[in-house]
């Protein structure tokens, strides 16, 4: 039996003799089409280039005679075009070698990527524009982005949610990314992805399903499991953070994975290519999304060992999502500690702890005592520790809060304010600068209105650190509760201390000179 590796040189052979039957002789002198010349001449370029060594100098003689028939059937196949723009065979040359290039001897062409990967992206988008024009379909494409899960996530720009819920492992010497576990709601967001110069983009993932089932539960529907538990979703205006399209402001758009393993053997398989042409020009955030709540409590494993997206361009990885949370606060806690209330007066009413049937799920004010209570004019103030950031760049805070009033709301009166320079004590000595919420904000009369204030660039700050005040400052005769969610910080690495202090338990009147809100 003939083995593997003499096939592979014969039909090489039989490649090579068959690319240069088909290109005919020599053009010398010929005049191209205007279109192609550049194109052409690129490419006999690149050919002196590679003669005399200024290029794939440490390549094989035999990969270098690949590599540059690869690059005679592309000019060839241009040469076809240049004679009749409608030549099939013109197109096929193109598309065969531009595929085997890319794929074959990427290891080859990693070196010289700076010379050879704009020439391909060149010839792609030369003969895509001459299909077009003459009604043929030319469709080519390469991997420009991959990665199989053999470094840290954060290293790589993945962003796990919750943090830890998606953890890369290896088995059989391939390493992967796996999640599991009941009552998951789990995300993986790959970096943020530039496809302004990608053609043909698509998205495809390696993937492994594992659903077992567990005796003790009486219901057992595989099917449920693999219809509602693994999902792929885009982005267009993912920032970071929580994914949750109620915290972030964000929308996600469902990918069809295409059909599911039947799970019953570990079985891996590959999803099919996920046409993303639809996204072509913009920045997007793809996520695999993991979800098993609602579901019965049965043993669930989802392992991913390659995630890629392909196209006809050049991938640019977007460096502007936070990829790093620093803090996840949530206010869902017995005790307001370690924020501190200020009042005005003794008698004001104050901030307190508050949740539904005995829990603890908000920090929360309001301007009544109880619904039958007079209104009453009080100014209260929540103050956060001072908050440090070690090393981080960039960082952005969110915000969630919920309102409720009846009679007429004015924002005014609940400000969220940060000072880049409390040092504790009275907070008059300090600068304090409102956050500003969205000026088309609605929220009716007699409802909760959940408010995301995400997305707030604390900018450069004087010494890293930054303090929050939340101030109810009550004067409008309405009933009015305000909720505090939780909030978040995320930056560009680093790490994040909080830093406490005592304060006086009640404040001076706020309108004293110069007032508490700086210009």
Request: hydrophobic letters at 35%; aromatic letters at 10%.
């Given at each position: 039996?003939m083995?593997?590796?003499?096939?592979?040189?014969?039909?090489?052979?039989?490649?090579?003799?068959?690319?240069?039957?088909?290109?005919?002789?020599?053009?010398?002198?010929e005049?191209?089409?205007?279109?192609f010349?550049?194109?052409?001449s690129d490419?006999?370029?690149?050919?002196?280039?590679?003669?005399?060594?200024?290029?794939?100098?440490?390549?094989?003689?035999?990969?270098?005679?690949?590599?540059?028939?690869?690059?005679r059937?592309i000019?060839?196949?241009?040469?076809?075009?240049s004679?009749?723009?409608?030549?099939?065979?013109?197109?096929?040359?193109?598309?065969?070698?531009?595929?085997?290039m890319?794929?074959?001897f990427?290891?080859?062409?990693?070196?010289d990527?700076?010379?050879?990967?704009?020439?391909?992206q060149?010839a792609?988008?030369?003969?895509?524009?001459?299909?077009?024009?003459?009604?043929i379909?030319?469709k080519?494409?390469?991997?420009?982005?991959?990665?199989?899960?053999?470094?840290?996530?954060?290293?790589?720009?993945?962003?796990?949610?919750?943090?830890?819920?998606?953890?890369?492992?290896?088995a059989?010497?391939?390493s992967?990314?796996s999640?599991?576990?009941q009552?998951?709601?789990?995300?993986l967001i790959?970096?943020?992805?530039?496809?302004?110069?990608?053609?043909?983009?698509t998205f495809?993932?390696?993937?492994t399903?594992n659903?077992?089932?567990n005796?003790?539960?009486?219901?057992?529907d595989?099917?449920?499991?693999l219809?509602?538990s693994f999902?792929a979703?885009?982005?267009?205006?993912?920032?970071?953070?929580?994914?949750?399209?109620e915290?972030?402001?964000?929308?996600?758009?469902?990918l069809?994975l295409?059909?599911?393993?039947?799970?019953?053997?570990?079985?891996?398989?590959?999803?099919p290519?996920?046409?993303?042409?639809?996204?072509r020009?913009?920045?997007?955030?793809?996520?695999?999304?993991y979800?098993t709540r609602?579901l019965?409590?049965h043993?669930?494993n989802w392992n991913?060992?390659?995630f890629e997206?392909a196209?006809?361009?050049?991938y640019?990885s977007?460096?502007?999502?936070?990829?790093?949370t620093?803090?996840?606060?949530?206010?869902g806690k017995?005790r307001?500690?370690?924020?501190?209330?200020?009042?005005?007066t003794?008698?004001?009413?104050?901030?307190?702890?508050?949740?539904r049937?005995?829990?603890?799920?908000?920090a929360?004010?309001?301007?009544?005592a109880?619904?039958?209570?007079?209104?009453?004019?009080?100014?209260?103030?929540?103050l956060s520790p001072i908050f440090?950031?070690?090393?981080?760049?960039?960082?952005?805070?969110?915000?969630?809060?919920?309102?409720?009033?009846?009679?007429?709301?004015?924002?005014?009166?609940?400000?969220?304010?940060?000072s880049?320079?409390?040092?504790?004590?009275?907070?008059?000595?300090?600068?304090w600068?409102?956050?500003?919420?969205?000026?088309?904000?609605?929220?009716?009369?007699?409802?909760?209105g959940?408010?995301?204030?995400?997305g707030?660039?604390?900018?450069e700050?004087?010494?890293s650190?930054?303090?929050?005040?939340?101030?109810?400052?009550?004067?409008?005769?309405s009933?009015?509760?305000?909720?505090?969610?939780?909030?978040?910080?995320?930056?560009?690495?680093?790490?994040?201390?909080?830093?406490?202090f005592k304060?006086?338990?009640?404040?001076?009147?706020?309108e004293s000179?110069?007032?508490?809100?700086?210009?």
């Open positions: 039996m083995k593997n590796g003499a096939l592979k040189q014969i039909l090489l052979v039989v490649f090579l003799i068959l690319g240069l039957g088909l290109t005919g002789c020599e053009d010398e002198g005049q191209y089409d205007p279109r010349r550049d194109i052409i490419i006999d370029e690149v050919q002196f280039q590679i003669t005399q060594e200024m290029i794939l100098k440490s390549s094989t003689p035999r990969d270098k005679a690949i590599i540059r028939q690869h690059l059937s000019r060839d196949g241009f040469i076809r075009l004679r009749d723009q409608r030549d099939e065979l013109g197109y096929a040359l193109i598309k065969r070698a531009v595929k085997a890319r794929y074959d990427i290891q080859v062409l990693e070196r990527r700076a010379t050879l990967t704009p020439l391909i060149g792609v988008e030369q003969a895509t524009r001459a299909a077009e024009e003459v009604g379909r030319f080519v494409d390469w991997s420009i982005y991959s990665f199989r899960f053999s470094e840290p996530l954060e290293k790589e720009g993945f962003v796990s949610w919750p943090q830890g819920a998606w953890q890369v492992d290896w059989l010497d391939r992967y990314v999640t599991r576990g009552d998951s709601d789990a995300w790959a970096p943020a992805m530039d496809l302004r110069e990608v053609e043909n983009p495809r993932i390696v993937h399903i659903i077992n089932s005796s003790r539960e009486k219901i057992f595989r099917q449920a499991f219809s509602k999902r979703r885009i982005s267009l205006n993912y920032r970071g953070g929580d994914p949750d399209p915290k972030c402001g964000c929308q996600w758009e469902e069809d295409g059909k599911l393993p039947s799970s019953k053997d570990f079985h891996t398989v590959e999803s290519e996920i046409d993303l042409s639809r996204f020009g913009e920045n997007v955030s793809i996520a695999i999304y979800d609602r019965p409590k043993y669930v991913i060992s390659l997206v196209g006809a361009g050049t640019e977007s460096t502007g999502r936070v990829v790093k620093l803090l996840a606060y949530d206010f017995k307001l500690d370690p924020f501190q209330v200020l009042t005005q003794p008698e004001s009413l104050q901030w307190e702890t508050g949740g049937e005995g829990s603890y799920e908000w929360v004010v309001k301007n009544r109880g619904n039958k209570e007079p209104f009453q004019r009080t100014s209260s103030l929540l440090v950031i070690e090393n981080g760049k960039k960082p952005v805070l969110s915000i969630t809060e919920v309102i409720n009033y009846i009679g007429t709301l004015n924002l005014d009166e609940l400000k969220i304010l940060i880049p320079d409390y040092q504790g004590g009275n907070i008059l000595d300090a600068n600068i409102p956050v500003e919420r969205d000026p088309e904000l609605e929220i009716p009369e007699k409802s909760w959940d408010i995301v204030t995400f707030v660039e604390l900018g700050l004087p010494n650190q930054f303090t929050l005040l939340f101030w109810f400052d009550s004067k409008t005769e009933n009015m509760v305000w909720e505090l969610k939780n909030f978040s910080l995320e930056a560009k690495g680093g790490v994040l201390k909080a830093r406490h304060s006086a338990p009640y404040i001076p009147p706020l000179e110069g007032g508490l809100i700086a210009n």
